[in-house]
């Protein structure tokens, strides 16, 4: 019997009609385009600002429906739902579990996965796991954020980076040798007090002068995470490569997380790999934390092809990050 792995059979994907323009961002805080342009490669970002009262599980319900819709799929079918975000609804109640029964997934369970911009990654081994163990058949996995519900629109260190999307993908199994193959994944406390917001959980519950002081907006130092990342994501992708015996020429397609050009640069140059395998859709939509990966997938699912070689990387708070590599499994129709 051939050995079982979790194939991607089917992605999805949604983000919202406003788009915050570098030009915009000039009129708000002290920046310009030409200097977010060349510091991060991002053009423009997506917020969800039409839809007053919604929050993440708006965003993950659109995309996860986008899939179903795409791949013909009953969400009875399903048998867990992992939602890997670093903005959940609300604390306690799981975010996940509201997302599987909106989206009539009723016959699964379902749960939230939190590792910063890591967090798809993380979930992507999570999934395969649960695939390759024989114990589940179809594994949705979302990744969605709404940043803008934690960015400070004055800080503009911080507000020009990020936006609100999600993606989703799921994972089957799959016995041709196709899907996932292997996965380098690490994380060092290190990185706890460079990339967070410092209020709102156990250790400093909301108060009213924790509001007062901005306390719950994303503080980060850019400097520093740009230097962890920088050697973190080129580290894990060259390893991968080097302990499944892959050359340049062998990998097909990088999907590296959105968060800074050129961090996606170095990568890729660390990797050997060509400026033309690299996906890249940062200059849309800015960094969406935990959807940067399946926005990837989905934006360029047409280019993808059946044994394609993926190579996945990511890095996020805490710090967090690591690479996959996946084989692809199926041409689009």
């Not at 490669?41 to 819709?69: D, V």
């Not at 609804?89 to 009723?106: E, K, L």
Request: net charge negative; aromatic share 10%.
């Amino acid at each position: 019997m051939n050995k079982v792995t979790a194939a991607i059979t089917a992605i999805g994907s949604y983000v919202p009609e406003f788009v915050l323009s570098n030009q915009v961002l000039e009129s708000m805080v002290d920046t310009n385009d030409e200097w977010i342009t060349t510091r991060t490669g991002i053009k423009e970002r997506r917020l969800l600002k039409e839809e007053e009262g919604k929050g993440t599980s708006f965003l993950a319900i659109k995309a996860a429906k986008n899939l179903l819709e795409k791949a013909n799929l009953d969400p009875k079918e399903i048998d867990l739902v992992i939602l890997a975000t670093a903005t959940p609804d609300m604390p306690v109640a799981s975010t996940g579990v509201f997302v599987a029964t909106q989206i009539g997934a009723t016959n699964a369970f379902a749960y939230d996965l939190q590792a910063a911009c890591s967090s798809f990654l993380y979930g992507m081994s999570t999934a395969s796991a649960y695939i390759e163990s024989g114990r589940y058949k179809k594994v949705l996995l979302i990744g969605a954020d709404k940043m803008s519900s934690i960015i400070d629109y004055t800080d503009r260190a911080t507000c020009i980076i990020f936006g609100d999307g999600a993606g989703a993908v799921l994972f089957e199994p799959n016995t041709e040798g196709l899907g996932f193959q292997d996965e380098f994944l690490r994380s060092d406390g290190i990185g706890r007090e460079y990339l967070k917001i410092d209020a709102g959980g156990s250790i400093l519950p909301p108060t009213e002068e924790t509001v007062k002081n901005k306390q719950h907006f994303v503080f980060q130092d850019g400097k520093t995470v740009f230097k962890y990342a920088v050697s973190g994501m080129a580290d894990v992708s060259e390893k991968i490569m080097q302990r499944n015996n892959l050359s340049h020429e062998d990998v097909n397609w990088l999907v590296a997380h959105q968060a800074n050009k050129r961090i996606i640069d170095a990568t890729a140059n660390r990797m050997g790999v060509d400026e033309s395998k690299v996906l890249v859709n940062i200059h849309r939509y800015g960094n969406t934390t935990s959807a940067t990966l399946p926005l990837l997938l989905c934006d360029f699912e047409k280019q993808l092809k059946k044994g394609d070689n993926i190579i996945f990387a990511a890095f996020g708070g805490g710090f967090t990050w690591g690479s996959i590599y996946l084989k692809w499994a199926y041409d689009t129709k």
